[in-house]
């Protein structure tokens, strides 16, 4: 092997983010070594600007039951989401919730001292009657809460982070077990390999492979693009979330909870337009449909605004009190980006790329699960994903606002369970790395080294998420699509041939851009051509040609392969753990 320095774990985290942090104190705190790499520090990870809220049954504010969490989320899913999985989450829920609370997490309170909980959208009681108050919240500061409390829990338990390194790929031996990771030190610009009985991926969302995104810079899909390189299909790629409530012009995100504080949307012509299409849920239904509700707006010319292009978001109803209190972070984004004070005017919204539905297929352990010969679902061994890399898959064709948060603290203590139990049990001691463990990584690092006359690494982002925004947005069809297919893999071409003009190694963000540019267009090659393949329209995936959910032929996941770009299936688990099967029915709201 070239002469790369080697260190050794029991485990290897690859993410500081809600799951990252949640599945490394599980394994801290059983005594394991645990490394826990990040980009950035752990408390700047993008779960800190969750807003919201994160979903449990609780009951606290009205009466509430898991099955009831559980039907919404399938619902939500628009019936692509794995009901195993979902019930796992659902029921898992408000324990999960209780033991945040347990280690410090400073939730707002109702009046008898319990957990506070607002309303969030397609969360509902008994079955879709009405709106129910599911969402605990930490005023519109939830993940920062939620992270910091984490992270804090982990320097107690010893949990060793590695701050600002990026790991490159994954190291899989000739059965194709994971046994470590590759990784760059920015500081130096040393490359390590990092020895491990079991690998955790939870490196968070590619939201960056569009050009308007709530996402932070850092969300480039590292997981994904390592996975695919590994030869580790994507699953349901096709599927991207789009929030209602983007700033128009900015991107950055109005969290739902305006809305289940009171906030209402408004057309330019000062209506109510969500009473329109979704009688009950009005401003709560779920995203994907009241996105698309939004967008008929503004295309047949009901938009707000000089140029018609957005609507409004009104919540000076709700008074001062309730905005600096419960909403206190969202009017400071107003002023800061829209240059309004909601407490006086609306705020100018449109829907804005939010949340990856798909990713690295897992069960509801999580293990990564791929196919082997006619059995679709076969674990590799030693490797494991949670949150929002992670396709598990609980939130399907589209996912319910709070329930990202809830995934990450759930499966994320259960991958740790499962990774406790398979090195106790199946890995005690380090499976040896092959010879040429990082021979991969050092060779994408030289082929940088050495490009010349090569491509800017700025022309080919912006040529890609400029692909991804066009043709795989709100609403899609088939002509588009096919553009975006044949657009996408000329974009990916170029990206084999990006230069860099600084060429040193100490914190060279040049050559870090170029490497998660890699990963980037891994995600955003899947995205396309899974999108075009899909001839049906079910939660985020709206097809102009082919409008109606096919249940017969579309009800299945799908998988990407990048060595040969071709897409496989596999069936969705119609399986609970212990209930009934919750049926395919229309969705209304
Ligand atoms: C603005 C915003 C608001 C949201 N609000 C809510 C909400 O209220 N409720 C809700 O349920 N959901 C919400 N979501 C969604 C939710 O916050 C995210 O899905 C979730 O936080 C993702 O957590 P994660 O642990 O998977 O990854 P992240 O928190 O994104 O963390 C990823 C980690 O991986 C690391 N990493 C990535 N690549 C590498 C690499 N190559 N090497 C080393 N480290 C790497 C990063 O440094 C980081 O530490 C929101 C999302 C956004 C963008």
Redesign the pocket.
């Known amino acids: 092997m070239a002469n790369v320095a080697k260190r050794q774990f029991d485990a290897v985290i ?7 942090m949640r599945a490394a104190l599980q394994l801290s705190e059983a005594g394991l070594k645990t490394a826990v ?4 520090f ?1 408390t700047r ?3 800190v ?6 979903s449990a049954s609780l009951g606290n504010v009205q009466e509430d039951k898991w099955e009831w969490h559980m039907y919404d989320t399938v619902k939500g899913s628009d019936w692509l989401g794995d009901q195993d999985a979902i019930e796992f989450m659902c029921k898992t829920a408000p324990e999960a919730v209780i033991e945040l609370e347990h280690f410090g997490m400073p939730f707002d309170r109702v009046e008898s001292g319990r957990i506070y909980q607002r309303p969030f959208g397609g969360h509902t009681a008994n079955f879709g009657e009405k709106p129910v108050q599911r969402a605990c919240a930490a005023a519109d500061r ?2 920062h809460a939620l992270l910091h409390t984490l992270y804090q829990r982990n320097v107690r338990a010893n949990t060793q982070f590695f701050v600002e ?3 490159l790929d994954l190291i899989r031996d000739a059965d194709g077990d994971v046994v470590g990771v590759t ?1 760059l030190e920015m500081e130096t610009g040393e490359v390590y390999v990092l020895h491990a009985k079991a690998v955790l991926f ?4 590619a ?1 960056r492979i569009y050009a308007a995104s ?3 810079f ?2 480039t899909g ?2 994904l693009g390592m996975c695919a390189r590994a030869g580790i299909p994507l699953e349901d790629m096709e599927f991207w979330q789009f929030h209602p409530t983007g700033v128009a012009g900015a991107g950055v ?1 109005i ?1 739902e909870g305006v809305r289940g504080e009171g906030g209402i949307l408004l057309n330019g012509n000062g209506e109510r337009f969500m009473e329109r299409y979704a009688p009950t849920l009005k401003d709560l239904a779920p995203r994907d449909f009241v996105s698309r509700c939004m967008a008929l707006e503004v295309l047949e010319g009901r938009g707000a605004g000089k140029n018609k292009d957005h609507v409004l978001l009104k919540l000076d109803h709700l008074g001062p009190e309730v905005i600096n209190h419960r909403l206190p972070s969202i009017r400071e984004i107003a002023i800061k980006f829209a240059g309004v004070d909601p407490i006086k005017e609306p705020i100018p919204v449109i829907p804005t790329t ?2 990856q539905m798909g990713g690295i297929p897992t069960n509801y352990l999580g293990e990564v699960m791929v196919p082997k010969g006619d059995n679709p679902e076969v674990r590799v061994n030693g490797f494991y994903a949670a ?3 992670a396709c598990a898959s609980v939130h399907g064709a589209n996912r319910l ?6 995934d ?1 603290v759930v499966f994320g203590k259960s991958a740790g369970d499962s990774m406790i139990d398979f090195i106790k049990r199946e890995r005690p001691v380090h499976k040896p790395l092959p010879e040429n463990a990082a021979d991969y990584s050092l060779s994408r690092i030289a082929r940088l080294e050495n490009q010349t006359g090569g491509e800017e690494v700025n022309d080919v982002r912006s040529a890609m998420q400029k692909t991804i925004q066009l043709r795989a947005g709100v609403f899609r069809n088939s002509e588009n699509m096919a553009l975006g297919v044949k657009e996408i893999a000329e974009v990916a071409e170029r990206a084999k041939r990006t230069q860099i003009k600084d060429k040193s190694k100490v914190w060279n963000t040049a050559r870090i851009e170029a490497l998660e540019l890699d990963n980037l267009i891994e995600a955003a090659v899947a995205t396309m051509i899974a999108a075009d393949a899909r001839k049906e329209s079910r939660g985020a995936h709206s097809h102009d040609d082919f409008q109606k959910r096919d249940d017969d032929n579309w009800m299945k996941h799908s998988l990407f392969f990048n060595h040969d770009r071709h897409l496989d299936y596999k069936p969705v688990h119609t399986k609970p753990l212990t209930v009934d099967y919750i049926p395919p029915k229309e969705r209304t709201f």
Do not use: F, R
Request: proline share 2%; aromatic share 4%; net charge negative.
């Open positions: 690859v993410g500081a983010g809600g799951a990252g790499l990040s980009k950035v752990p990870s993008h779960t600007a969750a807003q919201g809220g994160i939830t993940g390194w990026m790991a990784a939870a490196t968070g969302g939201g709530t996402n932070a850092i969300n590292d997981g995100l969290t939010h949340y949150g929002e890399c606002g709070t329930n990202s948060l809830l990450l």
